[in-house]
């Protein structure tokens, strides 16, 4: 019996030590009560929360530490030292022991004793030490599994940069805001881009200034949140402080000092000195030379109010102008840079408490982009130009007016007996409208229009939760239960263009509806039939057109146990039927042991799943394909269409994933260190085929599909590692190393009877490894001392190779494939990227950043004119343009 006593001390942590309640307030700085505060006695799941006076009352034992943390606010750690009473006034900042939302429904987990790894980024503090404009800009360099790329010559992502986790496609990483579902993007990748034939979500489309943190969950979390989460799961969390005005203005721009040898061929020269495509002018004008350019505004203000007795108002406003990048490229593709940009964004976050323990919330906004990006340039002598309009020939402009609106509203509250209830319905939709500019329908000849509306696409989505949770604190050393169900609809639409930029028109100006009794024109010097539709971006015919919804119910549980004070497990489980494709249920089972006070060990098991978006199953186009330079027209037939069917392309289903997680966290004094290891499988990943010959469709000289065509197998590594101290007087010393080893091997290709190379051949595999690069390492050293702060940080990217439009000549004329991929290969070696900003506190309300991202104008290691996108470099993880500085000014009032 003795020995059996003995046991359970150990296993179950017993704490006979006698229990005294302690109590107190929590205020901030300026004394204001702060509703909410977790309240837990350290190395034990005992906790309580503060209510709406900012009161706490919490039994520990006289020797016991208490740690108080609150979203938004400096974890704080006090030894109780036999007092009954502590006061506690918290300042505003984020750490990880503050608690999250995300990866656990417990209202006592933070991020460093959770079972899953989860990162906690302070949006307000690395929006003052970087010289990133856009969130994904800034991610890429915060969290170490987090990549994503500026594109161009890729049609819509020149405008919505792809983005991932730990390699996996842009749209299979769930996004949340203030824990719910966001909405998608419209637009599908579809040219040589990172994620090409996937969907993602547009982080762009929120405003930094209105961000208080963001916590990235990386680890696989279907059976918690649903579809799309293989990957993981980004919630943000919007600020919610009141009087206080916040905001920047910036201003920056980048070096056109390109490194490279560019020769002295004009072919290759375009963007060079003497040689710059004038931006104001269409047609091909060369115009001055530039030392800088890019230049972006950044103006951008926050303030929030109080509401009630603890209620809040919270509002942001945020005015982004970016002008165009060029680099240097081939006369193919004078317009080799990145696209420009004007956003203007509002977004707002409020609660109105009801009752001490019911609120309702709402928070939303909407976000408006004019951008503006060069296609490939038509070139004399072509049927595709008219000489009279564009004698020196012509690079079009791709534009988009993107509007992105969201909104979510529902009540929280508690009842008399713990339980927590959460409703809530958020609605958002994403519109994606072109219109291409500097370009001409060449079957019009003389009479065509220089820019046309093309038509586009919207993807509108509606998520009603139902969601109940309680902790009991009697229960073992606590449990947290927790389940819910989910309604959610999703309507996709593409709507056509005007007439002139899809049609082909007749030699007597009549728009050709009978190819037997009407011709096409004739070009006079080529000799070639003239093309229809508008250059650049061919417009969405009636054709084309889709209106497709569909509905998903979904139920979820899941549950923590701490089965002693050392020991949590948690499981969770969900079952989701769709309407156009069946049901699936997934499950996870996750555990920590604490092993000692300063060191956490944990791991996962899960299973996961991917429902195809409604735009891999209804998107199609008639588009113009450049290989090499030379145009293809090629078609991109819809998955439920019967032409794809006869091709021997099935049907698409689910993506299905199993996701293996083990790691460690560590806290020593000021060091930090969280290492996770992770294992990701998953089946049937839906990919876009290579380019079938297509001889049987009218005018189409090529056919693409959406499949379910790939199996892949993904090992990896993150590791964060963290040092802060307090120096002599008011000066702090800071390091963070940030790092991700990533392995992706493509299993298996499901082409069937299919050629292999056509389906998804060398080149499309490699697109699909290049978008998990075999590793990424940052160090960030940061130096504060009163009015002065400095950051230098060292960002390592790893060597990739891509395969480039070689792979489409003809085999024999290398000798063999394995030849031919030599041949193609365009190999990135490592590169480091050094960013420096300097901080100077100008008073008590302004201060001064000034900096420069890639200091030392580093750039990927130049190719020839066989690349992707017609320039030097591919639109590789680094970037292409070069340095850029910029300047800073933060108000706080």
């Known amino acids: 019996?003795?020995?059996?006593?003995?046991?359970?001390?150990?296993?179950?942590?017993?704490?006979?030590?006698?229990?005294?309640?302690?109590?107190?307030?929590?205020?901030?700085?300026?004394?204001?009560?702060?509703?909410?505060?977790?309240?837990?006695?350290?190395?034990?799941?005992t906790g309580v929360v503060s209510d709406f006076e900012g009161n706490y009352s919490i039994a520990v034992g006289p020797t016991a530490t208490l740690i108080f943390s609150y979203v938004g606010y400096n974890s704080i750690t006090i030894e109780v030292n036999n007092r009954s009473k502590i006061n506690v006034t918290m300042q505003e900042g984020v750490s990880l022991e503050e608690v999250v939302l995300v990866g656990s429904r417990s209202p006592k987990r933070t991020a460093l004793d959770t079972a899953v790894a989860i990162d906690v980024i302070d949006v307000a503090e690395v929006t003052t030490q970087v010289g990133k404009v856009e969130i994904n800009e800034m991610l890429q360099y915060a969290a170490p599994s987090f990549n994503a790329n500026k594109q161009t010559g890729s049609d819509g992502a020149d405008h919505v940069d792809p983005a991932s986790l730990r390699g996996m496609g842009p749209d299979q990483t769930l996004v949340l805001i203030n824990g719910k579902r966001r909405h998608q993007s419209s637009l599908i990748n579809i040219f040589g881009t990172r994620g090409r034939g996937n969907t993602g979500t547009d982080l762009n489309a929120i405003p930094a200034s209105s961000i208080k943190r963001i916590e990235i969950l990386r680890d696989g979390a279907s059976a918690q949140y649903g579809s799309d989460a293989i990957a993981g799961v980004i919630n943000i969390v919007l600020k919610d402080n009141v009087d206080n005005l916040t905001g920047s203005i910036s201003y920056g721009a980048y070096s056109t000092n390109a490194q490279g040898d560019f020769g002295t061929d004009p072919y290759g020269l375009w963007n060079t000195d003497g040689y710059r495509l004038d931006t104001k002018k269409d047609g091909n004008a060369i115009g001055k030379d530039k030392n800088f350019d890019g230049g972006s505004v950044k103006v951008a203000a926050n303030y929030g109010f109080e509401i009630g007795k603890g209620g809040y108002a919270n509002f942001t406003t945020e005015f982004l102008n970016k002008n165009k990048t060029l680099r240097p490229g081939f006369e193919f593709r004078k317009g080799f840079g990145e696209a420009a940009i004007e956003g203007f964004n509002f977004f707002g976050n409020l609660a109105v408490p009801v009752s001490d323990k019911t609120e309702i919330y709402a928070f939303g906004g909407r976000n408006y982009r004019d951008t503006d990006a060069y296609a490939f340039t038509r070139n004399n002598p072509t049927a595709r130009n008219v000489v009279s309009i564009y004698p020196d020939g012509f690079t079009p402009r791709i534009t988009s007016i993107i509007v992105d609106k969201s909104f979510s509203a529902g009540v929280r509250t508690e009842t008399a007996s713990g339980w927590k209830i959460d409703i809530s319905n958020t609605y958002g939709i994403n519109d994606f409208h072109y219109y291409i500019k500097g370009t001409l329908n060449a079957s019009l000849e003389e009479t065509s229009p220089t820019d046309f509306d093309a038509g586009g696409h919207s993807l509108a989505q509606n998520t009603v939760n139902f969601d109940f949770s309680k902790y009991y604190d009697n229960v073992l050393s606590g449990m947290n239960l927790a389940f819910g169900a989910e309604y959610r609809t999703e309507q996709f639409m593409i709507y056509a263009g005007e007439e002139g930029s899809y049609g082909t028109y007749s030699d007597t100006g009549i728009l050709i509806t009978d190819p037997g009794t009407q011709f096409q024109p004739t070009d006079p010097i080529t000799g070639d039939l003239r093309p229809g539709g508008s250059q650049g971006f061919p417009g969405y015919a009636p054709a084309n057109e889709v209106d497709r919804s569909r509905s998903n119910l979904s139920l979820y549980a899941d549950a923590e146990f701490d089965l002693s004070e050392t020991f949590l497990i948690s499981a969770a489980a969900r079952f989701e039927n769709f309407s156009d494709f069946g049901s699936t249920l997934n499950g996870k089972l996750a555990a920590r042991l604490k092993a000692s006070d300063k060191i956490n060990i944990r791991g996962s098991v899960s299973t996961g799943f991917r429902a195809p978006s409604l735009a891999q199953i209804y998107y199609n186009l008639k588009f113009t394909n450049f290989v090499g330079g030379q145009a293809l027209e090629s078609l991109l037939s819809p998955n439920n269409s019967p032409v794809t069917a006869s091709f021997g392309i099935g049907q698409l289903k689910e993506e299905k994933a199993f996701n293996a997680a083990l790691g460690f966290t560590s806290s020593f004094g000021d060091f930090t260190a969280t290492v996770d290891g992770y294992y990701i499988a998953v089946q049937d990943r839906i990919v876009?085929?290579?380019?079938?010959?297509?001889?049987?469709?009218?005018?189409?000289?090529?056919?693409?599909?959406?499949?379910?065509?790939?199996?892949?197998?993904?090992?990896?590594?993150?590791?964060?590692l963290a040092y802060k101290t307090k120096l002599d007087g008011d000066s702090s010393l800071g390091a963070t190393f940030l790092g991700n080893f990533n392995d992706m091997k493509i299993d298996k290709v499901k082409n069937g009877a299919l050629d292999e190379q056509t389906f998804f051949g060398e080149r499309d595999k490699a697109f699909l490894l290049t978008s998990a690069p075999k590793s990424k390492l940052s160090l960030n050293l940061n130096y504060n001392r009163g009015w002065f702060d400095t950051g230098l940080t060292f960002t390592r990217f790893?060597?990739?190779?891509?395969?480039?439009?070689?792979?489409?000549?003809?085999?024999?004329?290398?000798?063999?494939?394995?030849?031919?991929?030599?041949?193609?290969?365009?190999?990135?070696?490592?590169?480091?990227?050094?960013?420096?900003?300097?901080?100077?506190?100008?008073?008590?309300?302004?201060?001064?950043?000034?900096?420069?991202?890639?200091?030392?104008?580093?750039?990927?290691?130049?190719?020839?004119d066989w690349t992707e996108a017609g320039g030097y470099w591919d639109s590789v993880q680094m970037g292409f343009s070069g340095a850029y500085y910029y300047a800073r000014l933060n108000y706080n009032f």
């Open 798 to 864: 790893s060597d990739v190779e891509l395969l480039d439009y070689q792979m489409y000549e003809d085999t024999a004329d290398y000798g063999s494939l394995a030849q031919q991929v030599a041949a193609a290969t365009d190999a990135y070696g490592a590169k480091v990227v050094t960013d420096l900003n300097l901080g100077f506190k100008l008073s008590k309300s302004l201060k001064l950043n000034v900096g420069s991202n890639n200091l030392f104008n580093v750039y990927p290691d130049q190719q020839d």
């Open 1 to 45: 019996m003795k020995h059996i006593y003995l046991i359970m001390l150990v296993v179950f942590g017993i704490n006979f030590s006698q229990a005294q309640n302690v109590t107190g307030t929590i205020s901030d700085d300026s004394g204001a009560p702060i509703a909410g505060v977790n309240v837990i006695e350290k190395g034990t799941g």
């Open 688 to 720: 876009l085929t290579g380019n079938f010959d297509a001889p049987q469709i009218p005018n189409v000289e090529a056919a693409q599909f959406f499949a379910n065509g790939a199996d892949t197998k993904t090992t990896g590594v993150d590791i964060i």
